[in-house]
């Protein structure tokens, strides 16, 4: 993961009054590279490549969410952001995006 030192300033002279940082994750370099990021999943009996699963069940495990509804919202929401899922299979979804999550934590 790449960190980037962003200055932000309120000043009109522009003169940095704070600093924070940012952490970026590093773009893959080629189509393989990218398409090593792809991890498959079966929903509702079909194998699905879903883009950033291991970065999205990582980003639920930190916010230490404790009901099953949470954490499948939370699933769902956020793997949505990367992975097109149609509204009709979002349930089947929903349930292998929480076996996978239990099966890793």
Do not use: W
Request: net charge positive; charged share 30%.
């Amino acid at each position: 993961m790449l960190k980037y030192k962003v200055f932000v300033s309120k000043s009109r002279n522009k003169t940095p009054v704070g600093s924070k940082v940012l952490e970026m994750e590093e773009k893959p370099c080629c189509p393989e590279a990218a398409a090593r990021k792809i991890k498959h999943l079966m929903i509702d009996g079909s194998p699905i490549g879903l883009s950033q699963l291991g970065e999205v069940m990582d980003e639920i495990k930190k916010m230490g969410l404790q009901s099953e509804t949470e954490i499948g919202d939370a699933l769902l929401k956020r793997i949505r952001i990367f992975n097109y899922v149609p509204s009709s299979a979002s349930p089947g979804y929903r349930k292998a995006l929480l076996e996978e999550y239990h099966r890793r934590n």
